[in-house]
Every structure is written in C-alpha cells, then in structure tokens.
C-alpha cells in the first residue's frame, strides 16, 4: 500500500493547481494544464517510483536486504528494482555505480540512480532520482527510508554521479 502522505509534497501541489483551474469564458484560451509531476514519468519510471514509495518508512539496516528486517541504501535500490523492473543490480552501492550509463546531473530523469561520498569513499551511497531535485534513499543506521533534496548543502557536496538503468 502506498503511504499517501508520502505523495502530497511531491505530486500534490501539481494535482491542486490543475482541479483549482477557474472557469474559462467564450472568448478566453484555456490555459495550458501542466502534466503532474507523476503524469511526467514513464510507465517504467512510475512503477519504480511506485515500488519505491511502498518502502518509505522502513528502517535502515546496514547490510539489509529485505523489508521485513530493514535495507541500506543499495538493498532498497536492489528490492525495488528487481520488484518493479526484474532488474537483478549487483549487491553494494560501488558495484551498482558500474552498471548503466553514466549521465550528467543536468540529464538526470525519474529512476535514474544517484551516487554520493558518503563514508570518505566514492559510490558509498545511492538512491533513486524522482525528478525536481529529489531522491529517495535509506540513509542510515537510527533513519527510515525516505525522500530528500539533492540541493541541500550536505548532498551537494557528496554527488559522485548519476547511472541510467532505463530506456527511454
């Protein structure tokens, strides 16, 4: 079940405005309605995302693979790839950084993977991009999965990279 909650900040200020659009008269153009966040993504990003948020909200576990248990960074990304694309990813973030296309930061799309320095080594942290700027993730040990900025000064500072699984 997907934690709704968890989709407001994301898509729910998209939805309001366009339900919130006024009456338009005869001689009026329609305004032009923007795609949601969610209608932006392809069908395989949004079944991604979709698996991704059915996580958010259990606990980290270092070396975690299973949800029942709890998942580092690179069990989530494993689980919900193999759930939602049947993408077999290797086991540690590092490994995972090798695989797909390397892709600029300005290039990043919803379910492409986010690397960052973490633990004074390159590639110790991933997450999944959602798009806007924002990632899910495990982030660690006392945390729960769930969705940040990658404009905050502390990511910012770590960003190793970006790695597309995904044909587009």
Not at 86 to 104: C, F, H, M, Y
Request: hydrophobic content about 40%; aromatic content about 10%; some cysteine.
């Amino acid at each position: 079940m997907i934690r709704k909650h968890f989709l407001m900040p994301l898509f729910g200020a998209a939805l309001l405005t366009l339900s919130a659009a006024g009456s338009v008269h005869a001689n009026e153009q329609p305004p032009v309605e923007e795609p949601s966040l969610l209608e932006r993504y392809t069908s395989s990003a949004q079944d991604l995302i979709l698996k991704g948020f059915e996580l958010i909200g259990i606990n980290y576990r270092f070396g975690g693979t299973n949800p029942d248990t709890g998942l580092d960074c690179s069990g989530f990304v494993q689980v919900v790839y193999k759930e939602a694309m049947g993408i077999l990813l290797p086991r540690s973030a590092r490994e995972q950084s090798e695989v797909g296309a390397v892709i600029d930061l300005h290039e990043l799309k919803a379910g492409d993977l986010v690397f960052f320095n973490t633990m004074r080594h390159a590639f110790s942290h991933v997450g999944i991009y959602l798009g806007d700027n924002r990632f899910m993730h495990a982030p660690r040990t006392g945390a729960e999965i769930r969705v940040d900025d990658m404009r905050q000064s502390y990511w910012i500072q770590r960003y190793n990279g970006a790695r597309r699984l995904l044909t587009r």
